[in-house]
């Protein structure tokens, strides 16, 4: 599975981004996909996870309320509308697969990474 992450950009404070992640390969695999951060200078970190079928999202308590991931499965691809942006969640967003359907928060569980796309938010 290849994937390809988009939509990033500068914005200010307040603001609202949509991140595209799309999925090509192996795309016939009903897996668990999630979208993490890193910022500068710090550990990447989980945002948002989701499973095949859209139905069990998780979000990590930092952007809870704020972000929204769904999913198209027509397409191969997955969204993060991200609302209220704040300079902390400024950073390189990620999306990965997991080759199961279980939507998970954790790093380790994934199996496939896409390239970063950049977000930046100023005060």
């Known amino acids: 599975v290849q994937l390809q992450a988009s939509g990033g950009g500068s914005v200010q404070a307040g603001g609202s981004l949509r991140l595209s992640c799309a999925a090509s390969?192996?795309?016939?695999?009903?897996?668990?996909m999630g979208w993490f951060r890193q910022a500068p200078g710090k550990e990447r970190e989980a945002v948002s996870a989701?499973?095949?079928?859209?139905?069990?999202?998780y979000y990590s308590g930092s952007v809870k309320g704020r972000f929204t991931v769904s999913r198209d499965n027509t397409k191969n691809t997955m969204y993060l509308q991200m609302n209220s942006l704040k300079p902390e969640d400024t950073g390189a967003y990620y999306c990965?697969?997991?080759?199961?359907?279980?939507?998970?928060?954790?790093?380790?569980?994934?199996?496939?990474w896409g390239q970063g796309t950049e977000v930046t938010v100023s005060s």
């Open positions: 390969g192996r795309t016939s695999m009903r897996n668990a």
């Open positions: 989701i499973n095949y079928s859209g139905g069990n999202t």
């Open positions: 990965a697969a997991r080759s199961l359907n279980w939507a998970s928060l954790r790093e380790s569980d994934y199996d496939y």
